[in-house]
Every structure is written in C-alpha cells, then in structure tokens.
C-alpha cells in the first residue's frame, strides 16, 4: 500500500523519498545492530484498499514499513522503492516507523462517516516485527480500533504478540476479531536461509498454543508454497502435523507469487542458495507473476487430503488475501485455498 499525499514540507537532510511522508529522524541503537528507524509523523492511519483489488476487506493500518524479518519472497518490498530505497537490504534495515498512528487512527476513527468497517493488520509488513519490541504502537493501534466498536484481524510471524494476549482477548470481547500466524516453512535450516529474520517454526508454534490458549480460533497461513523446497508431500504433512498438534482453527495454503522487483530479489537468494533450481523456477514463472494452473491444480490437489487426515478446516474469511497487496491481478485471487 503506497503512503501517498502523507507528506510534509521537511528540509533536514532525510532521504529524499522520506521527506514526502512527515520524516522526523533516524534512530539506530545497539539493540537493534543494523537496522536504522526512520520516524515520521503521518497524516493519516486508515488505508482504503482500491476496489479494484477484490480484497476481502476495505480498510488497512500499517504501523510499519519495511521488515525486519527479511523474508526473502515478501510481496511487500517494491514498496520500499517509493521512498528512493531499494527492495533488498534496504527493505530489510531500514524501517520506516509511524509513531503517531495509534493517535491519527482515534480521530480517523471517531469520524461520523465511519462504518465500522473489518480493518485489516498485517497485509503489508508484519506488525509484530522486531521494531514493535522498540515503539509498542500496536496496544494504542488495538485500543483505538476496540474502542470505536471497529472489527479488525492481524496477521503475523512475530511472537511478540504474545505480548498483546491480554489486549486481543479483551478487544474479542467486543468486537469481530481475527488472529493468523504465518507459517509455512518447517524445515528449520531452510527457515533460517529464507526467512532469517523471523522466530523460528517452534516458536511459532507454540504462538498458535498460546492464541488458543487465550480463548482465540488461531489461523495458519501456510503460504507462500515454495516450489521444489516446501511443496513435497513429506514437509508439507509434517507442517500440518505440527499446526494441528499446537491447536490451530485452520489453515489456508498457496504458492508463491514473484511481482516486480520481489522476483530479482528472491531469484538472486535461489541462485546463492540452490542453483540447481534457477532453471526450474525460470520455466514455472516464464508466463509472469504467478505459478501456473497446473501447478496450482497439484499444489491443491496434494494438500488437501492432508488438511483432511490432520482434521484443519477451511476458512475463507480476511486472511484469505493477507498476502496480497493492491492493486492485484485477478489471477492472485484463485489460490489454492483451505
């Protein structure tokens, strides 16, 4: 989701595209090696999500962008382009922190013309990330949203939800509320390769235990699928296996899409770290984006008699599209879905 007309006149020495979104200061501290914090002030909280997109929902809060977790797929890195940064490393390290938003989305929110409406977290770049652990914007994010009787579901890699437990559970006493963790790689040595920033599987297993254990329905997105290293019948039933056992509600699985400048990004990683499967992958995506019906027939046809035997049921609520970002092709939209 692009911040656009969220700028204001600053002239002290910030990256050119970060003037245009109310750049304050960089920050880097000790505790975070590497990572340089970027504050800005927004104007505004509430994202409308283009209706051309067919999203399940209308409305997003994006506390964060850029990630720290530095999956090597994520759909949201072009992004970063906006503000004159680059989709790689510095998608990775520096993270652009709305440190007003949970103020801004009060007044958005006490509006006459708000509808009350489902408010989607965690569709652009995870609001549990290390940052959070710093800047703690999600309680204030929680609260506003709880306290104007407004829905809201969160999608997250980010153990630090843990943290909220109390907050979410009080908010679902009120109001609709959905939790998600993502989770779709178990083999441990590979999650430290392509996902080197995130807690690891076990962790986030017992996440999903300890969302159940509050009293919440807990969702896997098992997604993104990656060709020829987690689609095999053996990790994908083993991954299952360990969803079901920590208690989750359901799950939804789908393959990996490469749009704009994710797929150079996650190419030059596979080159590095399997280039026995550059060949392959070229022949998967040769078409685009997005892996073919074929693959998708199989992927769907391979998963579900194992979300079957591990008792995970479908559901077809937000989550659905948490990984997809507007605008989107009509294709993204048929993934293979439990």
């Not at 970063?80 to 007044?107: I, M, P, W």
């Not at 098992?222 to 083993?238: G, I, K, N, Q």
């Not at 948490?322 to 294709?331: F, K």
């Amino acid at each position: 989701m692009r911040w656009a007309g969220q700028g204001v006149s600053v002239d002290d020495g910030a990256l050119p595209g970060l003037q245009r979104i109310g750049f304050v200061r960089s920050v880097r501290t000790p505790q975070f090696d590497g990572i340089t914090f970027h504050e800005v002030l927004c104007k505004s909280a509430l994202n409308k999500v283009p209706g051309v997109s067919m999203l399940p929902f209308n409305y997003t809060v994006n506390a964060y962008r850029g990630c720290s977790h530095a999956c090597r797929y994520c759909f949201a890195r072009p992004t970063h382009e906006y503000l004159d940064l680059d989709c790689g490393t510095d998608f990775d390290s520096q993270v652009v922190v709305k440190t007003n938003v949970a103020d801004v989305l009060r007044r958005e929110l006490r509006r006459p013309s708000w509808q009350r409406e489902t408010v989607a977290l965690g569709t652009n770049t995870d609001p549990y990330q290390r940052a959070e652990g710093r800047y703690a914007l999600m309680p204030g994010i929680i609260g506003a949203l709880a306290d104007s009787g407004t829905p809201f579901s969160i999608l997250t890699k980010g153990t630090l939800l843990r943290r909220d437990l109390p907050l979410i559970t009080d908010a679902a006493r009120r109001v609709d509320v959905s939790v998600a963790v993502s989770l779709a790689v178990g083999d441990p040595e590979l999650h430290r390769d392509v996902e080197p920033g995130t807690p690891s599987p076990a962790a986030r297993l017992g996440l999903i235990s300890a969302i159940r254990a509050a009293g919440l329905d807990c969702h896997v997105m098992v997604a993104p699928v990656l060709p020829r290293l987690t689609d095999s019948v053996e990790h994908l039933d083993a991954l299952l296996a360990s969803i079901a056992e920590a208690g989750a509600t359901g799950v939804t699985v789908f393959g990996l899409h490469l749009r704009g400048s994710t797929r150079g990004w996650f190419m030059g990683w596979l080159a590095t770290s399997h280039p026995e499967l550059v060949g392959e992958y070229r022949q998967l995506y040769r078409r685009g984006a997005y892996l073919s019906p074929d693959y998708r027939n199989m992927l769907h046809d391979r998963v579900k008699p194992l979300v079957a035997k591990h008792g995970l049921v479908p559901d077809r609520r937000s989550f659905r599209a948490a990984e997809v970002s507007a605008p989107v092709s009509a294709e993204v939209l048929q993934p293979t879905l439990f």
